[in-house]
Nanobody, 124 residues
């Protein structure tokens, strides 16, 4: 059974920081990992992705320079460090795994496994 569990969400003031973590079962973790977010009434959007070995990353333009994705394969975890948060970053954040991919991707169709999501709220 593949499981992804996110943690680290919460309420923060604009300009603050949060770190999201995603704990994965061993079978699921050796894959491209991604973070997505969904705001109320909007579609789920790509945020960041990282390759299997961690040597390649991709970011949405809206978070580039503020967010950093990383992974620790020994601990089966992936993380998203979010700095300089803005009210428009408010959303439910989802961790996802794309085991069929060899390189990073923004397409949700490649992500076979998803976490339950964690709420991030940024107040102005």
């Amino acid at each position: 059974q593949v499981q992804l569990v996110e943690s680290g969400g919460g309420l923060v003031q604009a300009g603050g920081s949060l770190r999201l973590s995603c704990a994965a079962s061993a079978r699921s973790f050796m894959s491209v990992m991604g973070w997505f977010r969904q705001a109320p009434g909007k579609e789920r959007d790509f945020v960041a992705a990282i390759s299997r070995g961690g040597d390649s990353t991709d970011y949405a333009d809206s978070v580039k320079g503020r967010f950093t994705i990383s992974r620790d394969n020994a601990k089966n975890t992936a993380s998203l460090q979010m700095n300089s948060l803005k009210p428009e970053d408010t959303a439910i954040y989802y961790c996802a795994a794309a085991p069929r991919r060899m390189s990073v991707t923004r397409s949700t169709s490649w992500y076979d496994y998803w976490g339950q999501g964690t709420q991030v709220t940024v107040s102005s």
